[in-house]
């Protein structure tokens, strides 16, 4: 959470070339869904504001931009993030396969420590028939992560607003505890709420 406009939450949406990142974001951001949609080469960042538990946030959703095989290029948009969506196609095993990597790359650069940052899966395009990704498969995958799987269509949008309102809640709970840390910190440091050094 950025400390000076404390409601402001970073999120980042990451996975293979063509799964539908660009597509899930429109369909969230804009309720719209582009059939031939054109990626464009670099970062970009949609603006959302939501209300979470009755606290009116402002959703910074950036998107990777195309540049998805170029994956220290995509990397280098992490830093400051407050939760991660991770994105794969279900009529694509390849893209599922390789969310172990982009879960690792993203964990290493976000969080050497902490391993449960606010994360969600989400399994795009289950309007189609032709699946190569079972939801048994992906929600087993997601269950020993500890992570919360959506099936999601960002074309029939099915489940994409929960989805993201769901990372929301997680990222502003990890954000408030942060803050909460922070405060108790300051608290403990100050010389008045010092234990004596004294001895008898
Ligand atoms: P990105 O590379 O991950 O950003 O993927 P895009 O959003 O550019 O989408 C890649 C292709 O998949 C485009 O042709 C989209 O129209 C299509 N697509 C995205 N989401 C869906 C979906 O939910 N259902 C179907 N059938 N196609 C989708
Ligand atoms: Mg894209």
Redesign the pocket.
């Known amino acids: 959470m950025n400390s000076k406009k404390n409601l402001d939450l970073k999120i980042i949406i990451i996975?293979?070339?063509?799964?539908?990142?660009?597509?899930?974001l429109?369909r969230y951001v804009h309720k719209q869904?582009?059939?031939?949609?054109r990626?464009t080469l670099g970062a970009s960042v949609l603006t959302k504001m939501v209300v979470v538990d009755n606290t009116p946030l402002k959703l910074q959703i950036w998107?990777?931009g195309?540049q998805?095989r170029f994956r220290s290029v995509v990397s280098t948009f992490y830093k400051g993030s407050d939760g991660c969506v991770l994105?794969f196609?279900v009529t694509d095993m390849d893209s599922f396969e390789s969310l172990d990597d982009w879960r690792e790359d993203f964990l290493q650069r976000v969080i050497p420590v902490e391993q449960d940052f606010p994360m969600v899966v989400l399994g795009?395009?289950?309007?189609?028939r032709n699946r190569q990704v079972s939801k048994e498969a992906a929600s087993s995958w997601c269950k020993a992560k500890d992570i919360t799987y959506f099936e999601?269509?960002?074309?029939?949008d099915i489940n994409v607003v929960h989805a993201f309102e769901t990372l929301a809640k997680q990222a502003l709970s990890r954000s408030k505890g942060i803050y909460e840390n922070y405060l108790t910190d300051s608290i403990k440091l100050t010389p008045e709420d010092q234990p004596s050094t004294k001895c008898c």
């Open positions: 996975g293979a070339a063509g799964v539908g990142k660009t597509s899930l429109h869904f582009y059939e031939d949609y990626t998107d990777t195309g998805e994105a196609d795009n395009k289950i309007d189609l999601v269509s960002a074309k029939n």
